[in-house]
């Protein structure tokens, strides 16, 4: 049983960057396809970004296309996200998400494992 591991949020003024963690446990994370997902208050969880097992694709919403990159570290068993550029309205929970069966898989419900999710504040 895998489990996801976020880290890195905070608090940061617009303009700034983050960079977002996710960590396997319990079993190697290699092979999966990966996923990043938000949910800002009162509003439904979106699809921020994927990326292939070997990390020769990724996608993005157009939303953070630009200003979001998707990386990850197979021999770390570890998914990163890039913010730059960030804005008041990319205030979320954040969470990783991991093998899909499909790429690009921008629907919450392709996943299998979830992590606990880590929040980001971007103030005006």
């Known amino acids: 049983q895998v489990q996801l591991v976020e880290s890195g949020g905070g608090l940061v003024q617009a303009g700034g960057s983050l960079r977002l963690s996710c960590a396997g446990s319990?079993?190697?994370?290699?092979?999966?396809?990966m996923g990043w997902f938000r949910q800002a208050p009162g509003k439904e969880r979106e699809f921020v970004a994927a990326?292939?097992?070997?990390?020769?694709?990724?996608y993005y919403a157009e939303s953070v296309k630009g200003r979001f990159t998707i990386s990850r570290d197979n021999a770390k068993n570890t998914v990163y996200l890039q913010l730059n550029s960030l804005k008041p309205e990319d205030t979320a929970v954040y969470y990783c998400a991991a093998k899909s069966t499909v790429f690009p898989a921008t629907q919450g419900t392709a996943y299998d494992y979830w992590g606990q999710g880590t929040q980001v504040t971007v103030s005006s």
């Open positions: 319990g079993g190697t994370i290699r092979l999966y396809n």
């Open positions: 990326i292939r097992w070997d990390a020769g694709r990724t």
